[in-house]
């Protein structure tokens, strides 16, 4: 039990480090400047630039509403002039986070079910005779089933299909080029659930005709979230006309980074541009297209409809951002972990001295004590020994004047003046011892108070 209390006692104990102290300049000015380099990083970086004291949410929960607005007049030979509203160009119509936008058009009117001869663009609907149109196979590719028939005029197999099939010239210019004056309205609502903060890229103002009359403007109108299509596209380094003509797709993204230590006035939304596909205008690749219809009945009750062919911009709009806020967790964390780094370089100057210098020996030395408890114990057992043999000697020496035989009388003599002067008598007087033959007896000094003994001997033959 003694063993175990011991332990415990033990555990309240305080162990604090020895430190060694080298005088090398080069090593001292090594540790110095590695310790200077992390304290920059812990402040500088760490701190300042990643505010690495704050807790940081970036799941962000967003919601994003659109509207545009304008209207473009066009006049072709197939149809004649056509306004085009935000009902008609815009697809979806219903306001949502990708959407788009028609600048061009390839437009095939009254198309009924019939049959017809298969476009010469079509591989698969080219032949030489009937036996290249087998009837019921669809025409890969093409834009309906085979009859069987191989049109010796066109060179190509006749199809059970919507006739007349798609016109294939694209127009060079965009037929609505007044696009490029069109307005996008972009709401967006984001919110932080874990401080629970949520705000608006829209100003809030009693002011019914702010929306109306403002243009997004980084310094004038920041919360204004309306922008011309002209704009957009020229913020991404292209030309809206000449996209246009093909199409392409566009990122907007919209950027919350929120410091949620400051103000919330402070959190503001930043927008960025960029092209998504490729700016290839001579290649297949480029441009962006798709097909859509819309059907009639006439006064017979047939079905017909109008194919539309529509170039175009896509808009993606990406919500991103992050919040943070002071927490102590990362804070002690940071700090940590600058602990762990001035360690590091004591580690590294610890190996350069003892290992790669010159004095490496001698600075092991200092450093690190080797114990060995086998020599040790032998070294103490040998400094007892020889303790004690100093000792034995007048531990003997006392042990005989204190013991007094019975054949001996000690007897204290008392030193004459002469015999002062050459000696000093000790203070016990000698042990005469009785087998020699010798005697002793006491005279009584007759002067003074104090009596002086004197002793004399004979022998006795």
């Known amino acids: 039990m003694a063993g175990w209390g011991g332990f415990f006692f033990s555990l309240l104990n305080y162990k604090t480090e020895k430190y060694v102290i080298a005088e ?36 962000i929960q967003t919601s994003v509403i659109t509207k545009l607005k304008g209207v473009s007049l066009t006049n072709t030979s197939e149809t004649g002039p056509y306004l085009w509203s935000a009902e008609d160009y815009v697809l979806p119509p219903n306001g949502e986070q990708v959407f788009f936008v028609v600048t061009n058009y390839i437009e095939t009117p009254n198309q009924r079910l019939g049959f017809c001869a298969e476009s010469f663009k079509v591989p698969d609907g080219q032949c030489l005779s009937d036996d290249d149109c087998p009837e019921g196979e669809s025409v890969i590719a093409g834009h309906g089933i085979k ?11 006749e199809i059970h299909a919507w006739c007349p099939v798609e016109y294939s010239q694209m127009p060079t210019e965009p037929l609505l080029s007044e696009a490029e004056n069109f307005t996008i309205y972009i709401k967006n609502f984001i919110r932080f659930p874990k401080f629970e903060f949520s705000k608006s890229n829209v100003l809030e103002t009693s002011d019914e005709g702010y929306l109306k009359r403002c243009f997004h403007d980084k310094e004038n109108h920041p919360y204004c979230p309306i922008f011309r299509l002209r704009d957009l596209v020229s913020r991404t380094g292209h030309d809206f006309q000449e996209m246009a003509v093909k199409g392409g797709s566009i990122g907007i993204l919209i950027e919350w980074i929120c410091d949620l230590d ?17 700016n290839l205008n001579n290649s297949i690749t480029s441009g962006y297209n798709f097909r859509y219809a819309k059907y009639y009945k006439d006064q017979n ?35 940590g972990s600058g602990v762990a780094l001035m360690g590091i370089g004591a580690f590294v100057c610890d190996m350069i001295l003892l290992y790669m210098m010159n004095t490496s020996s001698f600075y092991r ?9 086998k020599k ?33 009388t000690e007897v204290t003599v008392e030193p004459s ?10 203070k016990r007087g000698p042990t005469v011892p009785r087998n020699t033959g010798q005697r002793y007896s006491t005279v009584q000094s007759k002067q003074g108070a104090v009596p002086k003994q004197h002793i004399s001997f004979s022998s006795h033959n």
């Open 262 to 278: 400051k103000d919330s006035s402070e959190c503001n939304p930043q927008y960025s541009f960029t092209r998504l596909d490729m």
């Open 365 to 373: 030395e200092k450093k690190f004590e080797i114990i060995n408890f």
């Open 417 to 426: 003046p002469l015999e002062e002067s050459h000696a000093t008598v000790e």
């Open 376 to 408: 040790e114990k032998s070294k103490q057992d040998g400094k007892a020994s020889n303790r004690n043999r100093a000792r034995k000697p007048g531990v003997d020496k006392d042990a005989a004047n204190s013991i007094k035989k019975p054949e001996e």
């Open 301 to 335: 009750g047939e079905t017909y409809r109008t194919l539309y062919k529509v170039y175009g911009i896509r808009f993606d709009i990406m919500i991103n951002g992050q919040a943070g806020k002071f927490n102590i967790v990362p804070t002690i964390i940071a700090i």
């Open 24 to 59: 090398n300049r080069k090593i001292g000015i090594l540790f110095r400047l590695y310790q200077l380099a992390v304290l920059g990083y812990i402040i500088g970086w760490v701190f300042v630039m990643k505010k690495g004291y704050q807790e940081r949410e970036e799941a």
């Open 147 to 157: 009859t069987g028939l191989c049109l010796n005029s066109t060179r190509t197999c």
